[in-house]
């Protein structure tokens, strides 16, 4: 299996229990951020996780690692509030339109990836 830093994904979306400000059902998901400074999109780069933190006054929870197609309005985060046994955060949609309600996803990053889907499966 081949490993990538960050990237555009397929699988677009993520199924959610309680509807958000993308859709009902779903969130968008666009991209993962890469590790590092040098990209302008990686978590530490000018559009990473200080932009989302001092600049648009996202709840400091843990690690914004994926980007939505909202560009900006939502992000996908690694929830670090609550760990689970063996210390793996679980992945949360946070929702800047809704006041920054946050919506758990899956109850670990490898779960997370596992539940992506194309977005296309969610219409008609």
């Known amino acids: ?26 969130v968008g998901v666009t991209g993962i951020f890469a590790i590092g400074r040098t990209a302008p999109s990686s ?31 939502d992000m996908i985060a690694l929830d670090y509030r609550t760990c689970r046994a063996t210390g793996d955060p679980c992945v949360v949609h946070v929702d800047q339109e809704l006041g920054y309600a946050i919506t758990q996803l899956a109850d670990t990053f490898q779960n997370f990836i596992a539940g992506l889907v194309e977005e296309r499966s969610f219409h008609d």
Not at 1 to 21: K, V
Not at 44 to 72: H, K
Request: one cysteine or more; a negative charge; aromatic letters at 10%.
């Open 43 to 73: 978590l530490c780069g000018s559009n990473g996780q200080r932009l989302w933190l001092e600049e648009w006054g996202y709840p400091a929870i843990g690690v914004y690692f994926a980007d939505t197609p909202s560009a900006g309005h």
């Open 1 to 26: 299996m081949p490993e990538d830093n960050g990237g555009l994904l397929r699988r677009d979306a993520h199924p959610t229990a309680r509807p958000t400000s993308w859709a009902d059902d779903h």
